[in-house]
């Protein structure tokens, strides 16, 4: 990360301690937050406006890590993909870290490999890969201590690790079984597991849609959308590897980026289309570990780029990106996470300098 430290005190005169964005500057240089609607005529390009870096401890640089808004700052999780403990940390507004400076020691009775986190119903929810088993969890809200809701077979978690899907929660998960729904009651108690869908992921994602939930992922041949409520699955004949959604109720639909051989790729979500993966092209060249996220008003996406930098920007209608690199950042695949808080886009990420995170906003021109 370029470093984290070097930028920090280039833009602490713009950015203060506000986790939010940067002071107020003259309107013909001020940044937008990430959900600011723009003026029509008015043209914007994706700024980095402020950094953060921690001195949190973390096992290793190939992490697995997933960050989640709070109403007053963010939590982040971390794995080593090569297996240990789920670490964890909470920041405040300013981007400061919340109690144990060194962060927390969540659990760490099994060897953890991959997680998913999601914030539902005031709750952390923590989904953990061990083997072919994955653990569901509540957090508890200092991070301090968890309850296992259940264990299911299975080697994938959906990103969003619990939705409501008509006001059932639901976790999905992947295997070689299928695709399987676990549900929990008002207590969160577990009411048992199903099959969705038979066809056996390579990889899979999910997110919340209205009162319903979507999934996707990927065979080796083939790749899925699907609205559990509803039931109406969608597929196309090519693989959508490590793919991610992002979906706005009110516009019917959202977009979904994808790994294809060395492109990275997106695919227009149209739910009321006759095949609800629609518009598919190329996102970028060359790239990997692609991210995309919604802010109220315009979709975000980002990747690691040929050079192993990030990559973030904005969506437009056509699905093209208007993006700027954040030169030096450079972490491994899946050791970093493209997050919304407080309606604005922020990247956490893990590379060789520590644990940090960037707030990107729009600027006009």
Known sequence: MRSFFAISLALVAGCGDNLGGPETLPADQAPE??????????????????????DVVYD???????????ATGAAVFMVPKAGGMLRGFLVDGRGLVVGNQDGQKIRGDANFTGLSATRVDDRFVVGLVTGDQ?????????????????????????????????????AMTGGSTGMVMSTFDSNWAPMGSEVVA????ISMTSAPYGNDAMIGWSTEN?????????GVESMQPYPC???????????????MVYEAGERLMIAKIAVDGHNQIANEQQLARFGSSPRIAFDGQRFWASYVDFHGDLV??????????????ISGTRPQAGAY?????????????????????????????
């Open 312 to 325: 973030v920007g904005f969506v437009d209608e056509n699905g093209t990106l208007d993006s700027t690199s």
């Open 198 to 201: 038979r066809s056996v992921p």
């Open 241 to 255: 590897r490590n793919s991610r959604l992002a979906l706005d109720y009110a516009s019917r639909g959202g977009w």
């Open 33 to 54: 937050s990430g959900n600011q609607a723009a003026d029509p005529v008015q043209r914007l390009r994706p700024e980095v406006c402020g950094v953060r870096s921690w």
């Open 60 to 70: 290793a640089k190939d992490t697995d890590l997933r960050a989640v808004g709070t």
């Open 222 to 230: 083939e790749c899925h959308v699907q609205r559990i409520a509803s």
């Open 134 to 170: 994955i653990s569901v969890n509540v957090i508890r809200e200092d991070l301090g201590d968890y309850r296992e809701l259940t264990v299911v077979p299975g080697a994938f978690v959906g990103d969003s690790t619990v939705m409501h899907s008509r006001n059932t929660r639901i």
């Open 337 to 365: 996470d493209l997050a919304m808080i407080g309606g604005s886009p922020w990247v956490y990420a893990v590379d060789e300098n520590g644990v940090g995170a960037t707030h990107l906003c729009t600027m006009a021109y």
